[in-house]
């Protein structure tokens, strides 16, 4: 279970930023929107590298690889923590994105290197290193006992969500027949 979440921003931010947000149109964006990234293909976001977020959790007997099926012991199996250095890669940017758009997964390289107990407190961070267009790559550690558990890269794709979801769905579908 995701017990904390702490996000901190190095560097500059666009929220500081004087230029004014244009929506589509070109008109000013709403004062809601103005500073935050916004998804339009074939374009960059206005985030800066060096936001940080940080994910807590206590290992359960849920967060096992016997429990997850990705292994036959009960120690913190590798789809968790996927899912936590995730967690903290989603809340390093949440504030600096338009309400409209979102990050999705498209690429992760992860080193699962040490083992971690049911009980143990284990804590993920993430720092976004780079940004290339709508692309977002982050460095991604998870530590736990005062040793690095994992550790490796996650990259993230900034998205429109009404321009997703309708087009997940309808891939779904054309694979389905």
Do not use: K
Not at 16 to 28: C, E, H, K, V
Not at 105 to 122: F, K
Request: proline share 5%; charged share 25%.
């Amino acid at each position: 279970m995701i017990s904390d979440l702490r996000r901190q921003s190095t560097g500059t931010s666009p929220r500081s930023s004087r230029r004014t947000a244009l929506d589509r149109a070109g008109r000013p964006a709403p004062a809601g929107a103005q500073g935050r990234a916004r998804a339009r293909y074939g374009h960059g976001v206005p985030i800066q590298p060096g936001l940080r977020a940080e994910v807590q959790a206590a290992v359960g007997s849920a967060d096992t690889a016997l429990a997850l099926g990705s292994g036959d012991v009960e120690v913190l199996g590798t789809p968790r923590v996927l899912a936590l250095v995730e967690a903290a890669t989603v809340a390093a940017v949440a504030s600096e994105l338009d309400p409209a758009s979102t990050t999705v997964g498209s690429r992760v390289e992860l080193d699962h290197l040490a083992p971690s107990a049911v009980g143990a407190t284990v804590r993920a961070e993430a720092v976004l290193a780079e940004v290339s267009g709508r692309r977002l790559r982050f460095e991604v550690t998870l530590t736990g006992d005062g040793r690095v558990v994992a550790r490796g890269t996650v990259t993230r794709i900034v998205v429109d969500r009404g321009r997703f979801g309708p087009v997940a769905r309808q891939a779904s579908t054309e694979e389905r027949g």
